[in-house]
């Protein structure tokens, strides 16, 4: 019985290590995909998926793809809508294919060409996680600068609301990653939304014009502009 035990954890072993690998193929797949359409291309692509969340509560999901493709807590990543007939380990994987082939049907891009000879299971996925940060957090940044540089209304539509919220949430994640942003809720009420890394909410709202983070009881504590 011990060594049947033993066997059964190896082959397990073995299957982790295996899809460890694959999902990091897939990082950096995607990485590559992302710095053949360069930082323009990015944005348009980043875009097109953000204003889709209108209709899904997808925040983690969007999160996962753009900015912390490292963090693999299903609870955190996989939206309760995704309710495909497929693992949870496969739907991130799906997540991270998802977002490079957007890209590279938009710019008719090839799949990249991966060294067959890379040991992936040797890889650190932080490393190819920051690589990730390093091509979306300018092109989340510019397209937040867009949006503070043009016309604000003092109450957004609802899809407005939810689509910046979502943007500024992933770049806060893309900006620091070790207190990555967990949750994502807006309030269609007040035109205000709360993001959390788990331990520390910050509130978003527009005031007289200008985006901002505001306390409770909704004093500015400090314009957006400022935090990019």
Known sequence: MKLICIFISFILLNVSADYDAKYKKHVLATNESML??????????????????????????????????????????????DLRSISDTEKLLDYQDYIGWKIRRAFKIKYPTINK????????????????RNLTRPALKNII?????GPVENIPNNAALKGMCTLIGI???????????????????????????????????????????????????QRLQDQL
Request: hydrophobic fraction near 35%.
């Open 117 to 132: 000879n890379l040991n992936f299971r040797r890889i650190d996925l932080k490393n190819l996680a920051q690589d990730r």
């Open 36 to 81: 053949e359409a360069d930082t323009m291309g990015l944005e348009r692509v980043i875009e097109e998926v953000v204003y889709e969340v209108e209709r899904h509560n997808i925040f983690g999901k969007l999160n996962c793809m753009l900015a912390v493709p490292d963090c693999l807590d299903v609870t955190i990543c996989i939206p309760g809508s």
């Open 171 to 221: 770049y806060m994640s893309a900006k620091l990653p070790t207190s990555f942003i967990k949750t994502m809720e807006t309030n269609e009420t007040n035109h205000t939304c709360t993001i959390s890394d788990g331990r520390i909410n910050k509130i978003y709202k527009i005031n007289r014009g200008v985006w901002g983070q505001i306390s409770e009881n909704g004093t500015v504590l």
């Open 145 to 149: 600068n867009r949006v503070l540089d």
